[in-house]
């Protein structure tokens, strides 16, 4: 069967110095100033009025304890539209694909073992079309708890032209179409074969 060009893979965590664009950098830098010591800040310590220029590119995640699970609270206006729906209120195994839930999960993970921010770039190739985002994971506190409770997320996409989920989406439909009509071509293959053999089957009987 004919394999579509489809790739895609996460990079090695990126230094923490090379965090973009711009507001992604500034709602790091402000994290950071509301840190205490080596602890994380707690959501209360933060204000969403002095990172304002990139409210639109950021979410609030609540890490559940019983059953463990990451339930999105607050989701900005550019990543609902990139998204192509609300993701608010639901578990993030509810809004992605297996694989794709298995690592966000792993990245959660690792903010809540190392109360630690950290930032990488996933790139993406289908169909020769590139697509990639930047994503910050910033670990808070709640309240006077000092473990980590709450997930801020902050994410852009590498091309600035990208702002809505018809832009990657019609590309995705694309591959599928493609992928049918190799599907359908492979079988009529198979099929012609067998016909072929019945027939002959037939004619040596």
């Known amino acids: 069967m004919f394999r579509f060009k489809i790739w895609a893979q996460t990079s090695e965590f990126l230094s923490l110095n090379e965090v ?65 729906k609300d993701p608010t209120g639901k578990l993030v195994d509810q809004v992605y694909s297996q694989s794709i839930a298995r690592e966000v999960y792993e990245a959660f993970g690792r903010a809540v073992r190392d109360r630690q921010a950290s930032f990488y770039q996933r790139d993406f190739e ?9 994503r910050l994971i910033l670990p808070l506190r709640l309240g006077k708890e000092e473990a980590v409770r709450r997930i801020l997320i902050g994410i852009y996409p590498t091309d600035r032209r990208l702002i809505e ?32 053999i019945s027939k002959q089957d037939g004619m040596d009987s």
């Open 20 to 84: 973009r664009p711009a507001p992604l950098f500034d709602l790091y830098t402000y994290w950071s100033d509301c840190c205490s010591g080596d602890a994380p800040p707690a959501q209360q310590d933060m204000s969403l009025d002095m990172v304002r220029e990139s409210l639109g590119n950021i979410a609030l995640i609540d890490l559940e304890r019983n059953p463990a699970g990451a339930r999105y609270l607050l989701v900005g206006s550019a990543l609902k539209k990139l998204l192509g």
């Open 126 to 134: 289908i169909l020769g079309r590139s697509f990639g985002y930047y």
């Open 165 to 196: 989920s018809k832009q990657w989406r019609s590309v995705v439909d694309d591959m599928e179409n493609e992928r049918l009509q190799e599907d359908r071509l492979s079988n009529d293959w198979r099929a012609s074969m067998e016909a072929d």
